[in-house]
């Protein structure tokens, strides 16, 4: 099978927060997109978040997948050590993190790496699946069955993540692959915007054929609290 992988991206500070903490990486010619979110506040945020894509920015063309997927990986845990290493010189208890959801795809596969609770989701035939978990406290009360996944969102500790690039241990990443479909519609964000619109409003949009730049605008026009990032990658034959 051969698609073409066509991908837009936008990001915005939100309708609250004056410094926009995301960044985002649209890279089509290799099959690499991301999003990172980053925490730690007093300007540790976008340090965090800059520095993941700054060095996913630096991976080079004509890689097989096997070596693209070697490279993301190698990339993001050389940050997690100099984020914690930045953290240190910052002063006891600092943490310069970010949360981040990698996509990848060559030939009619793709790949998901994430730490944190940036998503990705996959529109197939009209429905929209979330394949990335959320590594978050909301999420493991969830799993353990004292939370509903409609209340996860609005918990008052729905910011708090448990994994992190730059946070205290070791980098793990959770991955996730599957075949590449025609007409398939795959969307990286940060928690900004489905703590915003609700995932069935946001399949909606993507059906519908809204891009990044729509998607954000109408999360900010809701009074997003939070920066809000969409990458959107749509597989065309």
């Known amino acids: 099978m051969s698609v073409r992988l066509i ?4 990001t915005h500070p939100g309708a609250v927060r004056p410094r926009n903490e995301d960044a985002l990486l649209d890279r089509p010619e290799i099959g690499l997109w991301a999003v990172a979110d980053g925490a730690g506040g007093h300007g540790a945020g976008d340090v965090a978040s800059s ?13 097989s997948a096997a070596e693209l997927l070697a490279q993301v990986r190698l990339k993001l845990i050389t940050v997690h050590s100099d984020l914690q290493e930045e953290a240190e010189r910052r002063g006891p208890g600092r943490i310069v993190a970010s949360t981040v959801v990698v996509m990848l ?10 730490a944190g609770d940036s998503r990705g989701y996959l529109l197939r035939g009209g429905v929209l699946q979330r394949v990335t978990r959320d590594h978050s406290l909301v999420q493991e009360l969830v ?6 996944e409609e209340e996860a969102e609005s918990h008052p500790q729905a910011n708090v993540i448990t994994r992190a690039v ?18 398939d519609r795959y969307l990286l964000c940060t928690d900004g ?7 069935a409003e946001i399949g909606a949009m993507l059906s519908n054929g809204s891009d990044p730049a729509a998607i954000v605008t109408e999360a900010v026009g809701r009074g997003a609290r939070d920066n809000v990032s969409v990458v959107a990658v749509a597989c065309e034959g």
């Open 7 to 10: 991908s837009h991206a936008a």
């Open 51 to 63: 520095a993941i894509i700054a060095a996913l920015q630096t991976i080079p063309p004509g890689l």
């Open 105 to 114: 795809a060559r030939g009619d596969h793709f790949a998901m790496l994430w």
């Open 143 to 148: 799993d353990q069955g004292s939370l509903r």
């Open 166 to 183: 730059g946070a205290h241990g070791e980098l793990e990443l959770d991955k996730v692959s599957g075949r590449i479909m025609e007409g």
């Open 193 to 199: 915007l489905f703590k915003t619109i609700p995932e």
